[in-house]
C-alpha cells in the first residue's frame, strides 16, 4: 500500500523506514518541497521511499500518518488540505505537547480535550486512531527489548479503523492494546505520551 508520512522528524523517519522494510511505498511529507530531512531520508531508505509536500504526501497515502509537531498539528493538516484525507486511516502518533518555553513541556488543550480528539474533528470523513505516540521513536518499529515488544495503545472512534491500525502495529512486532471509547481514551493517550518523557 501507499503511505503517506506526515513529518520528517524522528518519528516520521522511524515509522517511514518501518513501513519501508514491511514492503510498503512510503512518501515522508514537509512544509516545503525540498525539505533536507525528507530528501536525505528518502535517499537513503531506497526506491519505495519519496518525498514531497504534506499535500502531496496526503494525496498518495492510502494511509496517512501524522507525525507532526503536535502544537503544529492542525497547520499540518492545513497545509495537505483535509479533502486529502477523506476516507483514510489517519495514524496519528502525535503528542500535543509546547516545549516552546523549555521543559518539561506543557500539554496543549488540558484535560478535558486532546489531540485525538481534535484531529477528528478536523478530519470528519477520516478515521484517526492514535498509535505509537506512547513509546518513544526507537521502539516504535521492530523494538529489541529483553521481555519482547511492548503493548501499543490505540483508540479512535471506527471500530474497523482500529482493526487495522492493530494489523499495522502487529505487523511491525508490537501487541496491541485497543479500548472503545474515544474521547477519555484519546486522553490516556496524551498523558502517556507526556509522562513518557
Ligand atoms: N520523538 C519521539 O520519540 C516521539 C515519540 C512519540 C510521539 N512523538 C510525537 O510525534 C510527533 C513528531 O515528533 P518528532 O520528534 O518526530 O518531530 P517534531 O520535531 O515534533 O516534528 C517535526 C515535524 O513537524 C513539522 N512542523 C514543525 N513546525 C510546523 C508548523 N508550524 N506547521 C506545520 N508543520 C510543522 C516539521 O515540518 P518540516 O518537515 O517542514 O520541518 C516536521 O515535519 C510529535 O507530535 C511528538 O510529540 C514523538
Known sequence: MNVGVLGSGDVGKALGQGFVQLGHRVMMGSREPNSAGAVAWAA???PNASHGTFAQTAQF??????????VASANAIR???TDQFRGKLVLDATNPLDASKG????LVGGVGDSGGEKHQRLLPDAHVVKAFNTVGHALMFRPQLPGGPPDMF???QSADAKKRAAEICSAGRSSTSAESAPRTTS???AWCGCWRG
Open 44 to 46: 537513503a531508505a531506497g
Open 61 to 70: 497515502g492510502d494511509v496517512v500518518v501524522l507525525a507532526t509537531l503536535g
Open 79 to 81: 497545509l495537505a488540505g
Open 103 to 106: 521543559m518539561p513541556p506543557v
Open 154 to 156: 490505540i483508540c479512535g
Open 187 to 189: 486522553r490516556r493517550c
